[in-house]
């Protein structure tokens, strides 16, 4: 299998704790020998422990001299837990395989370089992970590696500067205002409504703007997909019948 067909694991492995490991991004970590894979992690719940640990520790004695594909730079700092590249070192990898760079100014290439005395090496992967996007129109917030900026005036501007750039599938997470302009604009194919089981009442700030509730509720082209209880609080998917 090929650097892309472990990497493509490595991002499924990702995606298994997704939105649970805050404050940590979730990271996916496969470690490969002699073609087999012999271990494999995801950020942990809660973000710790970090992926390419959890791999190593299934690996054990097999990582050495193996080959890790992990989806961002492993981190090269003392954090909650010691920096993985110490750990990736000490296991004895010879080859790293990096989809994309750290923006966190505490790891930022320093991970990278950290491993690349042995070594190992950044693969040109990074069109396959997310790229953060704030929308900012008062020019208040500067754009840096891995964060772009745009001041488009509305979403389906937005939508076509991105997919200029060759994104195809963007999350909105947004506050009232965004959120209710892209419901407007039909442009969404999907909502992920959470509510958790408290009333706020007058004091609280309404989630959406005007029309996007009564919408919803009344002639919407959006149905139900799922209903998810997680923990206290409730997840519904809402899918638009037009995608
Ligand atoms: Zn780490």
Redesign the pocket.
């Known amino acids: 299998m090929s650097d892309l067909r472990f990497m493509q694991m490595a991002l499924q492995m990702a995606e298994r704790n997704l939105g649970q490991v805050w404050p940590n991004p979730a990271v996916g970590a496969i470690i490969v020998k002699d073609g087999a894979v012999v271990g494999q992690g995801a950020t942990a719940r809660g973000g710790r422990p970090?992926a390419?640990?959890e791999a190593l520790k299934q690996a054990g004695e097999k990582a050495r001299d193996a080959t890790m594909y992990v989806t961002l730079e492993?981190?090269n700092h003392q954090g909650g837990?010691p920096?993985?590249t110490g750990a990736i070192i000490d296991a004895g990898i010879v080859r790293c395989v990096v989809a994309c760079g750290d923006s966190n100014p505490k790891v930022n290439g320093a991970g990278v370089a950290a491993l690349k005395q042995l070594n190992c090496r950044l693969s040109g992967l990074e069109e396959r992970s997310p790229q953060r996007v704030v929308c900012d129109r008062s020019g208040r917030i500067t754009a840096e590696k891995n964060l772009w900026v745009l001041a488009e005036k509305s979403p389906e501007d937005v939508l076509k500067t991105l997919a200029e750039k060759g994104v195809t599938r963007v999350l909105v997470e947004a506050g009232k205002t965004l959120s209710t302009a892209f419901f407007h604009s039909g442009c969404v194919d999907k909502i992920y409504w959470f509510r958790a089981p408290k009333l706020i009442g007058e004091d609280g700030l309404s989630g959406v703007g005007s029309g996007f509730a009564a919408e919803l509720a009344s002639a919407s082209h959006f149905k139900r997909e799922r209903l998810l209880q997680l923990g206290d609080d409730t997840l519904e998917v809402l899918c638009s019948a037009a995608s």
């Open positions: 970090h390419e640990t492993p981190c837990t920096p993985c």
